[in-house]
């Protein structure tokens, strides 16, 4: 089977393998070549409520004439980072991982950027109820923002042989240290957890103040990995403008670039914590003003 399943606004790199199964139009076209063999389903909500894609995606696996060809992976994130912070119910991606198992295709998590905390858990789809196949991990992974990634897999899907697969820029020995050292640290006990939900409770709250501020923004995103949707790219990206000028540096996601993202470290000072998002406050307050003064 060559087929993988992938889904609205993922997100999954840029390598050609990768961003094959990614949807951001603009990665795809830096490629300049052809990305196949994936097919494209909509994810939980992309249609949206009270529309299940799930039973678009099995009815289209079922089908002998739909097109399309029996999958050898479902790949997913249960909250697209890049994406524009959508956030997959655990009963969607229950189901997902059903289908998987019922047409033997292999049921893969990304949590590249949604793991090691930063949904709250280790790994993002922890009570769930799901046992994924293959887990990609990275960013935080290393403790200490060297660069590293792992892909954990099943044993019983572990064929490659001995430098199989390889290249020159393998085994970061510092990162492997640090990783170690953080996973001892913080995730020995669920101290380190705990503090996680602190800060997402108070990141929450933020951020729905924020969003007031806006008459059509809405908070997305689960745990610290939130943000709020002000509705255009161009509302999005002047935000952003104002807060750097301020001394925040705050990115962009979704398909137009309409969602303002805060990825704060997991451990970040509260006292740091609450200056940014002041400076993210005080950036909306100033363009809602001059909006306001503009109109009449």
């Known amino acids: 089977r060559n087929?993988?399943?992938?889904?609205?606004?993922?997100?999954?790199?840029?390598?050609?393998?990768?961003?094959?199964?990614?949807g951001?139009?603009?990665?795809?076209?830096?490629?300049?070549?052809?990305?196949?063999?994936?097919?494209?389903?909509?994810?939980?909500?992309?249609?949206?409520?009270?529309?299940?894609?799930?039973?678009?995606?099995?009815?289209?696996i079922a089908e002998p004439s739909s097109g399309i060809d029996t999958p050898a992976a479902i790949v997913l994130e249960t909250v697209q980072g890049e994406g524009g912070?959508?956030?997959?119910?655990?009963?969607w991606v229950r189901?997902?991982?059903k289908i998987a198992r019922a047409h033997g295709a292999l049921f893969i998590i990304d949590d590249i950027q949604a793991g090691c905390g930063r949904t709250g858990s280790f790994f993002s789809f922890e009570g769930m109820g799901v046992n994924p196949?293959?887990?990609?991990?990275?960013?935080?992974?290393?403790?200490?923002?060297?660069?590293m990634a792992v892909l954990l897999v099943k044993p019983e899907f572990d064929v490659f042989g001995p430098a199989e697969h390889n290249g020159?820029?393998?085994?970061?020995?510092?990162?492997?240290?640090?990783?170690?050292?953080?996973?001892?640290?913080?995730?020995?006990?669920?101290?380190?957890?705990?503090?996680?939900?602190?800060r997402?409770?108070?990141?929450?709250?933020?951020?729905?103040?924020?969003?007031?501020?806006?008459?059509?923004?809405?908070?997305k995103g689960r745990d610290m990995m939130q943000g709020v949707d002000v509705g255009t790219g161009q509302l999005a990206s002047e935000i952003c403008a104002r807060c750097f000028d301020k001394g925040l540096v705050i990115e962009t996601s979704g398909a137009h670039?309409?969602?303002?993202?805060?990825?704060?470290?997991?451990?970040?000072?509260?006292?740091?914590?609450?200056?940014?998002?002041?400076i993210f406050e005080h950036a909306v307050r100033e363009i809602t003003q001059s909006t306001s003064i503009a109109a009449e």
């Open 200 to 219: 997402s409770a108070y990141l929450a709250k933020r951020l729905e103040a924020i969003s007031a501020l806006l008459p059509t923004a809405s908070v």
């Open 24 to 60: 951001n139009g603009y990665h795809r076209g830096g490629a300049s070549v052809s990305l196949p063999d994936v097919t494209r389903i909509p994810y939980d909500g992309f249609l949206g409520e009270g529309v299940d894609s799930c039973d678009l995606l099995e009815r289209m």
């Open 168 to 198: 020159t820029f393998r085994g970061n020995n510092h990162a492997f240290v640090t990783a170690r050292v953080a996973l001892e640290k913080f995730w020995a006990d669920d101290a380190f957890q705990k503090e996680i939900a602190e």
């Open 133 to 147: 196949d293959l887990i990609t991990m990275a960013k935080s992974l290393s403790g200490f923002g060297l660069p």
């Open 85 to 91: 912070l959508n956030v997959a119910s655990a009963e």
């Open 95 to 97: 189901q997902v991982e």
């Open 257 to 278: 670039d309409e969602v303002v993202k805060v990825l704060a470290p997991l451990n970040i000072d509260m006292p740091l914590f609450s200056r940014g998002l002041d």
């Open 3 to 22: 087929n993988v399943i992938a889904f609205t606004n993922g997100f999954h790199g840029v390598s050609l393998g990768a961003l094959a199964a990614t």
